[in-house]
């Protein structure tokens, strides 16, 4: 299991997966990274402006 080097993240990605939901948006750098090597949808808000306009 990846390590998340901030701990506070943790609930983010427990409750991505628990709500079953289609990304998180979020500019947090340690969150990014843990929800890539957990095959996590993170996704930056730059990138879910592209899909709303």
């Not at 990605?13 to 890539?36: C, E, F, M, P």
Request: charge should be positive.
């Amino acid at each position: 299991m990846p390590s998340c080097p901030d701990p506070k993240d943790w609930y983010l990605l427990d409750l991505l997966v628990q709500a079953q939901a289609d990304a998180v948006v979020s500019k947090d750098r340690h969150l990014l990274n843990a929800g890539r090597h957990l095959g996590l949808p993170i996704v930056k808000p730059k990138t879910v402006m592209t899909f709303i306009r």
